[in-house]
């Protein structure tokens, strides 16, 4: 008997039960131990939704990241796209989610090629993952998206300041058009002017094509104004899963109230949390 969908609220991405361990060699003759690193994770998304998932170091949230993305084979679990199974899933199916879930990595540097002009890195997934008749029209609209102009077209990875480079990146994860885009650290490793631009970046981007974003980092402060809800991770496991508003305000967990306390610390102002009250 086929199973029920995993959405049947009309959630764009679902997941259900997820789990996942490593490996870890003990020794020559002993079998490798397995270290649980997600324990029956369950979450969902809605079309549109900007929501973050936050957590320290070691909590599972590139793990997570990493199953939702579809490149870790789990050990248990389900994950739904548009009502359509994806995982386990056949590769027709992995396909079409590649293009529907795009990634924005963390060090954007890192990720361009540097002997590659912007355009053709943001034409790039469009050749690989599209239908796509007009590839560098399409590249060429996702950079004005982005603020980036025909002056940067031409360009190379090393004429790109840090802000430059992770709008490129921005560019070429939301050029296929896909239905969610999830972003590891967008604002890593930015200067405060920088990282308030890239979240203008995102928050105009999903407004303006509709298109969902889930926002990882382990900084609640940076992602608390753009996202409507928080999802919290602590060993293994989404401990909190609330609007931002009402977590920020009134923490449960202990993992949470770390958070929120940390949050605090580097923000100004004598309100609780005058970091999140604008613009959600």
Known sequence: MAQPPLNPDGSLLSARALALSYGAPVGL???????????????????????????RSGSGKTSLLRALLAIEALDDGEIECQSRRVYPGSTAALRWYRRAVQYIPQDPAASLDPRMSVLRQVCEPLLRL?????????????????????????????????????????????????????????????????????????????????????????????????????????EGRIVEDRPTRELIAAPRHPATRALVEAARATQPGPSPAPWCCERL
């Open 130 to 234: 599209c239908d796509e008749r007009a590839p560098a029209a399409r590249a060429c609209e996702a950079l004005a998206l982005v603020g980036l102009g025909l002056e940067f077209h031409d360009r190379r990875r090393g004429e790109l300041s840090g802000g430059q480079a992770q709008r490129v990146t921005i560019a070429r994860a939301i050029a296929p058009r896909p239905q969610l885009v999830i972003a590891d650290e967008p604002m890593s490793g930015l200067d405060l002017p920088i990282r308030r631009q890239v979240g203008e970046v995102l928050r105009h981007l999903s407004e303006a094509e509709g298109t969902a974003l889930l926002l990882v980092s382990h900084d609640l402060a940076a992602v608390a104004l753009l996202c409507s809800r928080i999802l919290v991770m602590s």
């Open 29 to 55: 003759w002993r079998r490798a131990e397995r270290q649980r690193v997600l324990s029956d994770v369950n979450l969902s998304i809605a079309p549109g939704e900007r929501v973050a998932l936050v957590g």
